[in-house]
């Protein structure tokens, strides 16, 4: 009899797997018919749930979500509103860190996700104001005829121009679009002064190879070959300001480039030196190179800002590359933008529109010497 009793207890205790199953059933079916009577959204309830553990991020995903099923009810937007601010200051904890290890990539996609879910917070549009938006483009047309090596033993091949960047020993690749020449890459600047905008400069232009050694072990490596080998430019002195228009109107890219007029003088081709050194002159909307030889070939051509938006395109203009037999050396020249310039092709990438106009100002870089 004592035997029956205690199992009877620990049945009690630990009902089996299916008993529970039940209870949870009857559980949610209690408080389905609990939402149904109070006009409550399940969403709404889960992101309460997740608001009491702290877990904010969460939160909010689950009040967006009774927000979209309802949108005019007051109390699910309150709730996300208020779980949107609790975010984003936890994104900007995150972004701090991330900027004191110099991820500065990360950092900015919390600060942009900071200022999405709270607009009005004002440490995060303190920040904000530090960051530049960088887009670099530019055309190489080049032939690979009298280049002897085995290119086909790698399983990709990637043509690049590698850049250098205002921050120093930085550098980043753009890939060249076989079809059209064309290149482009975004960068990133955090509260650096306008001047060093002016700072891009071509660092190579290679291909960039890959090789699977082996399927089964999916073993790889790359190597980049350069043809051009610029390194990092050597910047004696750089003088005046860089005088940004008071102006609020946008102006389009395309407008400027149709009114380019007058034909550059032609160049000869070059096999540029290593880490040369020049000199740059801000003389209001000019920026004056002066190097040894007369050429800027390393330096960008055009610098379109806008700073109300905090973004700068960089436009490094035309190229020609040329491979010599005799040398087994390539040679490089810049190309006039008049009558074919690449901007037409480049314009038509529909996520690169907000680069496209230009507000303070166009900075058009030229050699202190023709020859």
Known sequence: ?????????????HPPATAVLGLRALALLALGGALLVTGCSFKFEEGQFLERQKRWEEA??????AVIEDPDDPEYREALEQANKVVARENLERYREFLAKKSFRKAYDRLVDA?????????VQREMAKWERVLIGGQVHFEFEAYQTNLTLADEISLIVRLNTPNPGETVDAEIDIDTGTFFAEDLLYDRPSELITFYSINSIGVQLLYRRSHTKRFTSRQYQRFINIRTPVLDQISGVLKLAPDDSLKPVMDHRAALRGNEPPQAPITPKANPHYSMR?????????SPKGRSDFTPRFLYINMRERRVFVDFGRYEMRSVSKTRQWTLRRLPLAGEDYFEVL??????QP???YREGVFAYEPANSG
């Open 115 to 123: 200022a999405r879910q709270d607009a009005d917070y004002e440490p």
């Open 1 to 13: 009899m004592r035997r029956r009793r205690a199992t009877h207890r620990r049945l009690a205790a």
């Open 355 to 357: 680069y496209f106009f």
């Open 347 to 352: 314009s038509r990438n529909i996520a690169l």
């Open 282 to 290: 801000i003389e209001g909307q000019r920026i004056v190179v002066s």
């Open 60 to 65: 909010a995903i689950a009040y967006h979500e």
